[in-house]
């Protein structure tokens, strides 16, 4: 399984952006999407994850009301719209796929190879 991210960029503060993360290899509708992200310095965190059936989602709490994952089975993609960026959610946004619908990442099996979103102030 290959997982493709992107839709990175630059965006100013308040903006928007919309991450996708395309699978190839086997269909993943029985696999919970997540992402999660790194800062420079800091650990990989966990942002969003949603059920193979979509119908279950979880957020941190930073993100929670400003960020949406959704999924669409048809097309082997996950995505996360980002609204109301702010400056400290630049980071490495990774993409992951795993049997195990949870925010805990050392549970998931594949990876994406990163998207970078800087957000300006």
């Known amino acids: 399984v290959q997982l493709q991210a992107s839709g990175g960029g630059l965006a100013q503060a308040g903006g928007s952006l919309r991450l996708s993360c395309a699978a190839s290899?086997?269909?993943?509708?029985?696999?919970?999407m997540g992402w999660f992200r790194q800062a420079p310095g800091k650990e990989r965190d966990f942002v969003a994850v949603?059920?193979?059936?979509?119908?279950?989602?979880r957020y941190e709490d930073s993100v929670k009301g400003r960020f949406t994952i959704s999924r669409d089975n048809a097309k082997n993609t996950a995505y996360l719209q980002m609204n109301s960026l702010k400056p400290e959610d630049t980071a490495v946004y990774y993409c992951?796929?795993?049997?195990?619908?949870?925010?805990?990442?050392?549970?998931?099996?594949?990876w994406g190879q990163g998207t970078l979103v800087t957000v300006s102030s």
């Open positions: 290899g086997r269909t993943l509708s029985n696999y919970a």
């Open positions: 992951a796929a795993g049997l195990i619908y949870s925010s805990n990442d050392e549970l998931y099996d594949y």
């Open positions: 949603i059920s193979g059936s979509a119908y279950s989602t």
